[in-house]
């Protein structure tokens, strides 16, 4: 377990003119907690590749953690502090929305904000870069296709109540209504719920074809438990925009079926790129490692991300990165990306749980009007 200590620096941790230091901003604790772990690693393993191949504009790029699993805004203190003593250059990492929108306020204007975890979409502060997905390139195409393969047009939202799930079921209910469909019913829930009693009621009552997952972490986990021991698994699909294998893991094969999910990385693609960074990361971690999935992954390419932004502006100001920010592209585990308005471009997939994996069944097309 991770200690609630929300960050210390090390002792050999220097802020010089030889090193550019970077805030990792990942839970240590709360529902997020469960995959902190690997989004460390992940972070971990793409800034020693990147010092392998001569750091970042000649500097070492260093990474102080950051427990992103408080309190938004008792972590927007602890960030803006790191930067307004000059001790980071920049700031990335997975953390909650409600996080994001406290941080970027505070420092986005002072320097690079990479924001790896998928999101509801619509952030513009200048200065906040995004490598994750987003409802309409994420959920709309999912929601589509299920429709179209799975006959669903009655949707349940669960989530938990802060600004993603209830922002993306505001999204979702356009989809549905877009593939010829409705919700059907909708529950919000804290942070760190343990009891879906009465929610399962309400997903039985209302009857639903699918519920939407909008639940972070150890919260899904104890959901996908509970769902199944309801015997509703056996008459609902679920699909999820925030499920990786960790957390497969955690909820058990027997609570697993008929669960999607949908993201930009799975650890059972077979491309090259997904294959290398595998590699490389057994080779660092070891086979023991936490597993790799989008959210941990996502780190990897926010420091990538982050590197590239600073190299090719070839400064730190935060304003003459802005203006280069449309002719960045990097090259990691998801392939060659770009930038489009400060966000990455990048493929979809739909996967389906087999078991504590997933089998990706396709790559979504993303809407005409966003292409």
């Avoid at 209302?206 to 996908?224: C, E, K, Q, T, Y």
Wanted: hydrophobic content about 40%.
């Amino acid at each position: 377990m991770y200690s609630p200590v929300r960050f210390h620096t090390p002792e050999w941790f220097t802020a010089d003119d030889s090193t550019l230091n970077v805030a990792l901003v990942y839970p240590m604790q709360g529902p997020a907690g469960v995959f902190g772990p690997t989004c460390e690693a992940c972070a971990r393993l793409a800034a020693e590749e990147i010092n392998k191949a001569g750091g970042v504009l000649g500097k070492e790029l260093r990474l102080l953690e950051v427990d992103g699993g408080g309190e938004p805004h008792q972590v927007a203190e602890d960030v803006e502090a790191l930067v307004a003593t000059g001790t980071v250059q920049g700031v990335t990492g997975w953390h909650i929305s409600s996080v994001r929108q406290a941080v970027a306020p505070r420092i986005a204007h002072r320097v690079p904000y990479v924001y790896t975890a998928l999101y509801e979409g619509g952030e513009r502060t200048d200065g906040v870069y995004m490598t994750s997905e987003t409802p309409a390139w994420q959920l709309l195409p999912a929601m589509r296709l299920l429709a179209e393969t799975r006959g669903v047009r009655r949707w349940f939202v669960v989530g938990n109540n802060y600004v993603w799930p209830r922002h993306t079921a505001r999204a979702a209910r356009r989809y549905a209504r877009d593939a010829r469909g409705r919700v059907c019913g909708e529950a919000y829930l804290p942070l760190g719920t343990d009891d879906f009693h009465d929610v399962l009621r309400r997903i039985e009552h209302a009857d639903a074809d699918a519920v939407l997952m909008l639940l972070v972490g150890s919260d899904a986990i104890r959901f996908n438990r509970a769902f199944a021991a309801s015997g509703l698994d056996q008459r609902c699909l679920r699909l999820s925009t925030l499920m990786d294998e960790n957390m497969l893991l955690g909820s058990g094969p027997e609570a697993t079926a008929d669960l999607y999910s949908t993201a930009g990385f799975f650890a059972s693609l077979a491309d090259q790129n997904t294959m290398d960074f595998h590699g490389q990361y057994a080779d660092r971690f070891g086979m023991a490692a936490p597993t790799p999935g989008s959210l941990g992954e996502s780190c990897y390419e926010g420091v990538l991300l982050l590197a590239a932004l600073i190299e090719r502006a070839r400064t730190l100001d935060v304003s003459a990165i802005g203006a280069a920010a449309d002719t960045v592209s990097y090259e990691g585990p998801r392939g060659l990306l770009s930038l489009d308005g400060r966000h990455v471009r990048q493929r979809i997939y739909l996967a389906e749980a087999d078991g504590l994996d997933f089998n990706v069944l396709a790559q979504l097309r993303a809407p005409h009007d966003l292409l």
